[in-house]
């Protein structure tokens, strides 16, 4: 330890023996900066504003920390406040997001003369943070105009001296900062008047990105499908928008009240009713928000609405009397209830509130900036050095004789340097990140979870997932590119009951051409499970191996039970949509040559697999591909089975193409009385566009039907998209 102390002064003492001594000697050290909002209010509900530092106590992990900064904002005051100047013109694109401020880089000293206190922290003394965004891509041209006339409304008549405005957008492409923080009101309604308001469609961001519309012409323009594919269908984009706007946020350690204008977020639903959100970013945008000190404020933009049995203008009514039943009203209040369901929890559990069913949209604007009331900033730097990526719970105590309540955020995750782990480390890291009730995620993951029955009681159940692979970092060896990714999932059944489990590692080696393209093409994966029907849970994770950023993907689903005994109209599995036949051998993880896979997954035949396309976006140059199973048709003691299928593309309500009728006979051997349906249909004879796909089924001999939806986007021509890894089923 003495020698520690002392060579930096033989250093120093050296270098002026030498004639350096006006160079001078740089030291340099790594601390970090804690930053807490904390409320405290006594019983009466009432700010207490005329405490001092001494009257707090903080500890991290148990251990006192030495206070650093300590300031009072006061926002309850009607004197006016020195303007804070706007900066025009500002768009920036949330794909390089600061560190969350909670934990905040301290400056480093560039010499002896610079060691000192730190530069304040609070950008903002005595300001109510306020941010605005206008998610533009769920809500309608009414909605937009009326998110539009309330914005101004609250601008012009609402504001009070201490509020400071930041306006952020939001489409299909990244989340943009139209104006930083800033008290100057013209300045604000000029952007807020300058937005376009129009027809909002989640293609809209396509028309930047060298694709068409869902009008026009088929330009041939190169398309980038990476990003975009992943944000038209996807509900999980919109969350990753919350939680980057709460990342950007993060850089002010003062309180912020985000307003969230959408119309709603529809939870959405895979093939026969299998939810694909992606829980796991809900939780992960809910987290983020809390660690940077933001509280989520959503507003409807629908107003209050009723609604009408038959529907309203917007869509084309239905025939007969089924519009006036009470299934489909129901029907109808569900889907409403089911919007504003995931914006609830994301205003309740970061303390904000939801504001619907009403016209006057500046009401919940007021409750949002109302609801941050006085409060106090403390500041420590810890005294943990570890950069073990750990969770740090801190907690704040007054001097005993103060009775008061403490509003503040419990604790922050440490850093982590990812190439300092030991494999057993990196081991420890998945399984811990496995069980973790804050969910990790640096990389992004969308799934698709499907079901075919194999007998009775054993269902196989198809898991896909695409990373983007722009968020993939690469390593160079002996000249090539290569990354490494590695796996971990458990399945469980509605006891909690481990039913399946996924552990892998792939390493992927790419040409230097090869490895150039990964930026803007989706890495797959997909495994499986053979299970009963029931109720599940499925929580999957996924690590890069190069800066050990990690990716979580969290749902719970159902799969039917699909009995011979069990009457249903026509039994059917989930609908895989595809635009990807790719043989077996050709899989990055080859799949187990002990196991029949033909036989366990209906998605390979003939040594092919059917990778499905999860994002439901394809190109003019592909072909779709269609598969689904029936089972037990209807059957005449005299007769073969016979089921008539066909495919067919609406967009709007005009039909554009229809396939030729397709009819069963055979049933596949071993897998009972089920008859497998599939379609090709080249995507070149299709407009450029969003479709709604629908399959027809008939069974002749049980004069039964049904039919099954989903809606896809064709793109322009462009290069394949993905690579597929295969990982056998579990079971």
């Not at 990812?418 to 990140?433: G, H, I, P």
């Amino acid at each position: 330890m003495k020698r520690l102390i002392i060579a930096p002064i033989l250093i120093l003492m050296m270098a002026r023996m030498n004639g350096q001594q006006d160079q001078g000697v740089t030291f340099t050290t790594d601390v970090h900066l804690v930053i807490l909002d904390v409320s405290v209010k006594d019983k009466s509900g009432k700010v207490m504003a005329d405490l001092k530092k001494s009257d707090f106590t903080l500890l991290e992990d148990g251990k006192p920390q030495q206070l650093s900064v300590f300031e009072f904002q006061r926002l309850d005051s009607d004197e006016p406040l020195p303007p804070v100047p706007a900066t025009k013109d500002v768009k920036v694109a949330a794909a390089a997001v600061p560190a969350p401020a909670m934990v905040a880089a301290a400056p480093k000293p560039a010499g002896p003369s610079a060691i000192g206190s730190p530069k304040p922290v609070i950008r903002y003394q005595d300001r109510r943070l306020v941010a605005m965004l206008f998610d533009f891509s769920t809500m309608a041209t009414a909605e937009q105009a009326r998110a539009q006339k309330s914005a101004l409304d609250f601008l012009e008549h609402q504001l009070k001296p201490a509020d400071v405005v930041a306006i952020m957008t939001a489409g299909t492409g990244p989340l943009k900062i139209e104006q930083d923080f800033t008290s100057d009101k013209d300045r604000l309604i000029e952007v807020i008047k300058k937005f376009s308001i129009g027809e909002a469609s989640d293609l809209a961001g396509l028309q930047g990105n060298g694709g068409d519309s869902t009008q026009g012409e088929d330009t041939g323009a190169a398309f980038n499908a990476d990003e975009t594919e992943f944000n038209i269908f996807n509900n999980d984009r919109k969350l990753v928008t919350l939680e980057s706007a709460a990342k950007l946020l993060a850089a002010f350690p003062e309180k912020k009240a985000l307003i969230y204008f959408s119309s709603g977020l529809e939870q959405t639903t895979g093939s026969a009713g299998l939810g694909n959100d992606n829980q796991a970013q809900l939780e992960s945008a809910v987290n983020a928000a809390k660690r940077a000190n933001v509280a989520f404020y959503p507003i409807d933009a629908r107003g209050l609405a009723a609604t009408a049995p038959a529907g309203d203008a917007s869509s084309a009514g239905g025939r007969g009397t089924s519009a006036f039943t009470g299934a489909n009203v129901s029907s109808r209040a569900a889907s409403r209830d089911n919007s504003q369901e995931t914006l609830s929890t994301l205003a309740s559990d970061t303390g904000g509130k939801l504001f619907v069913d009403d016209n006057d949209l500046t009401l919940g604007m007021e409750k949002a900036r109302d609801d941050i009331s006085s409060y106090y900033i403390l500041g420590y730097y810890s005294n943990n050095g570890k950069l073990d990526g750990k969770y740090r719970r801190t907690t704040i105590k007054l001097n005993p004789a103060i009775q008061a309540k403490l509003d503040y955020k419990g604790g922050y995750f440490g850093d982590k340097d990812f190439k300092k782990f030991t494999s057993s480390d990196k081991e420890n890291q998945l399984e811990q990140a496995l069980m973790l009730g804050d969910p990790l995620t640096d990389l992004s993951i969308s799934g698709e979870l499907d079901y075919f029955r194999l007998s009775r009681d054993r269902y196989f159940v198809p898991f896909s997932i695409k990373i983007p692979g722009a968020e993939i970092a690469l390593a160079k060896s002996k000249g090539n590119s290569q990354t490494e990714l590695e796996f971990i999932g458990q399945l469980r059944d509605d006891h909690t009951k481990l039913v399946g489990v996924v552990r892998d590692g792939i390493k992927i080696k790419l040409a230097e051409q090869t490895a150039a393209q990964l930026s803007s093409r989706p890495v797959g994966y997909d495994t499986g499970f053979v299970v009963p029907p029931g109720k599940y849970t499925l929580k999957f994770l996924a690590r890069e191996n190069e800066t050990g950023k990690m990716g979580t993907y969290d749902t719970k689903f159902t799969i039917p039970d699909l009995a011979p005994d069990k009457p249903a109209v026509l039994k059917t599995s989930s609908v895989v949509w595809s635009s990807q036949l790719q043989p077996l051998k050709e899989t990055l993880a080859s799949a187990d040559p002990k196991k029949k896979s033909e036989e366990s997954d209906p998605l390979v035949e003939n040594g092919q697999k059917l990778i499905p396309s999860i994002t439901h976006v394809f190109r003019k140059d592909q072909s779709l591909y269609v598969y689904m199973e029936v089972y037990d048709p209807g059957v005449d003691p005299n007769q073969k089975p016979s089921v008539a299928a066909t495919l067919s593309f609406y967009r709007g309500k005009t039909k554009s193409f229809e396939s030729q009728p397709v009819r069963l006979d055979s049933f596949i051997p071993k897998r009972g009385q089920t008859l497998p349906i599939r379609f090709q249909t080249p995507l070149g004879q299709l407009a450029a566009g969003r479709y709604t796909c629908q399959i027809n089924l008939i069974d002749e001999n049980g004069h039964k039907f049904s039919f099954q939806r989903s809606d896809i986007v064709v793109l322009p021509a462009a290069k394949p998209v993905a690579a597929a890894v295969t990982k056998p089923a579990a079971e």
